[in-house]
């Protein structure tokens, strides 16, 4: 490894970072036409060759190496110290004042390889200084990367492990959206009273294999794959064969209705049937049911529920069918079966749903670049505002995950910005900071419209120019605190859960923590500022108005999640969950 203790700054620019990750300084980007972009080496700042400069607001001495992943068009100066030239590309060579030695992707040559990327060592076995700054300039076309230097001379070892690292570096990105289809476990062999398991994965013969080991094999009659890992049945004649499962006591799947009435499984012909009659899951031979973690029968159509359904004494399953009542057939997707020889508890049947939860989409902006230049940013998509992405020179002093470095949205011109977002239950937590006393700022986590309040079927967070916090649906208030609940210029974290069944809310502190609501509520938490970064606050609505939690079924699906703001708005962070976790 390269000499960490020797390094007195390095500039990570294919992170999109203008931060020096030794002194953590925040360098100042004057961009001209330039900015970041993405390049096969990561992020890369792309200089103009006129006006772009990074001034990285940091003194060095006795700096004897720097490395650059650099690509250059033409001959060009590049580092600068208050207008002095300290290193640059001349006659197609790199020079500089004290320069002793250079190789270029690990060559002894002080050649430049125009229009390629390169990594270039430059050795002062002297050492030069930059009195005033590092300022990074160059006066032609040029994208760098990286830049790193040191306060002593690299071994031929550190060069190589440099080399492998520039020849190793690649576009950097976060995956933002939940990867599909979810891997599933193809070998539950070992699990004790595992009677039959089925992963919804069929292998190209129709046939789909039991996980559990115990050979009963599954044959699908025109039930389709999604791609997803969950199978497809159509209501009409699609079905499922499982054969002569024995005894069982508990049945456990992940389902999403068509309608509210429908035939699930049956486990002989025309007898222990499970289906959804008019919203209520019905077990005549089993004693109980849980949907997702809730003990209650109530199930909704259009929507993922994780079941679990418990019997205290033998079910025998002789010739059990998914998707079949006798002669009438079940429309749904269906992504996970299990059969077990023993009765579930309240607690596994709480642990089956959370299995489930996954981040539907996570955006901590980590590579996104930070050059202050208004423009669209991946993933997001043009509203009517316009917006840059900033990184912070000091962290948060309540909120942990702003640390130095952190990038976040910001509003440069009031308006909207949106990420696709299908999320209608579940989580969704963010940073939001509202960045003057006359701003209203709005975050529509359910929208069907990237447009302004009211425009679309929605529900949003408001921190209003009175500074109350409230929850709006399509603009009617649902909920809102007394003014002054928040303070401008802070950084806050809010996370909004929306139950898709009956269910209890594990962030309200204390009882009311066990206490039960009903499908469709939202509750609203927060962090930051004087509520501190421990645990998540339930947001108090008193001396404002409603209550909080607060249930409400108006709009049920999403097309948007979708940020209104006003200049000097911010948000960051942005994580989405799928379901609302469950006690255990």
């Not at 690649?170 to 089925?198: H, I, M, R, W």
């Not at 069982?248 to 509210?260: D, G, H, M, P």
């Not at 910005?417 to 299908?422: D, E, G, L, P």
């Not at 921190?463 to 609940?485: C, M, P, Q, V």
Request: proline share 2%; hydrophobic share 35%; net charge negative.
């Amino acid at each position: 490894m390269w000499k960490e203790m020797n390094k007195v700054f390095e500039w990570n620019g294919n992170k999109g970072s203008l931060l020096d990750q030794v002194s953590k300084t925040k360098g100042t980007l004057t961009a001209g036409t330039g900015e970041f972009k993405q390049t096969e080496k990561g992020q890369a700042m792309q200089f103009d060759g006129a006006a772009t400069d990074i001034d990285s607001g940091v003194t060095l001495t006795g700096v004897k190496t720097i490395i650059m992943f650099i690509k250059p068009t033409d001959n060009t100066k590049i580092l600068l110290d208050d207008g002095s030239d300290k290193l640059e590309i001349t006659g197609g060579s790199y020079s500089g004042t004290g320069l002793t030695e250079n190789y270029v992707n690990n060559l002894d040559s002080d050649v430049a390889v125009l229009n390629e990327w390169q990594m270039s060592e430059s050795q002062f076995s002297g050492g030069i200084d930059f009195s005033t700054d590092l300022e990074v300039t160059p006066t032609t076309k040029t994208y760098i990367a990286r830049i790193i230097c040191f306060d002593a001379l690299l071994t031929t070892q550190e060069r190589n492990d440099l080399m492998e690292e520039f020849q190793h570096s690649f576009n950097l990105y976060e995956t933002k959206y939940a990867p599909s289809p979810v891997l599933k476990q193809t070998d539950l062999s070992k699990e004790t009273g595992l009677v039959a398991s089925y992963n919804m994965i069929p292998s190209g013969d129709g046939v789909l294999t039991d996980t559990s080991g115990n050979g009963y094999t599954g044959t699908i009659s025109g039930a389709l794959s999604d791609g997803k890992g969950s199978l497809v049945f159509d209501g009409v004649d699609d079905k499922e064969v499982l054969g002569n499962l024995g005894n069982v006591k508990s049945v456990s799947f992940r389902i999403k209705l068509a309608t509210t009435t429908e035939q699930i499984l049956e486990g002989a012909a025309n007898d222990k049937l499970i289906l959804a009659s008019a919203g209520t899951l019905t077990y005549a031979e089993f004693d109980n049911a849980y949907i997702n973690g809730s003990d209650n029968d109530t199930i909704s159509a259009g929507l993922w529920h994780n079941v679990v359904i418990t019997s205290s004494t033998d079910v025998d399953m002789s010739a059990c069918t998914l998707a079949l009542n006798d002669t009438s057939y079940g429309a749904f997707d269906i992504a996970d079966l299990n059969f077990y020889n023993y009765e579930l508890t309240p607690t596994q049947a709480k642990a089956y749903h959370n299995s489930f939860q996954e981040v539907y989409f996570r955006d901590n902006m980590v590579y996104d670049g930070a050059d202050g230049v208004v423009g669209t940013k991946d993933p997001f998509i043009t509203g009517t505002g316009d917006f840059k992405t900033e990184e912070l020179a000091t962290a948060d002093s309540v909120l942990t995950d702003l640390k130095v470095g952190a990038k976040y949205l910001e509003c440069d011109s009031a308006g909207t910005t949106a990420v696709q977002s299908t999320q209608a239950y579940g989580e969704w937590e963010f940073n939001v900071y509202k960045g003057d006393t006359t701003n209203t700022t709005d975050i529509i986590f359910i929208d069907s419209l990237v447009g302004v309040i009211g425009s679309g079927n929605n529900y949003n967070i408001r921190i209003h120019s009175d500074e109350w916090l409230g929850l709006n649906r399509g603009g009617a208030t649902k909920f809102a605190t007394a003014a002054s609940y928040t303070s401008n210029n802070t950084w806050y974290r809010l996370k909004v859960a929306r139950l898709s069944s009956e269910g209890v809310f594990t962030d309200i502190s204390g009882a009311g923590g066990s206490v039960v609501y009903p499908a469709n509520t939202f509750a609203v938490f927060i962090k930051g500022g004087d509520f501190g970064d421990t645990n998540w606050t339930l947001v108090d609505p008193s001396g404002g108005s409603g209550s909080n939690p607060v249930a409400d079924s108006t709009y049920t699906t999403s097309e948007y999640f979708v940020a209104d703001l006003d200049d000097g708005d911010r948000i960051a962070n942005i994580k989405m969950k799928n379901l609302v976790t469950q006690w255990i």
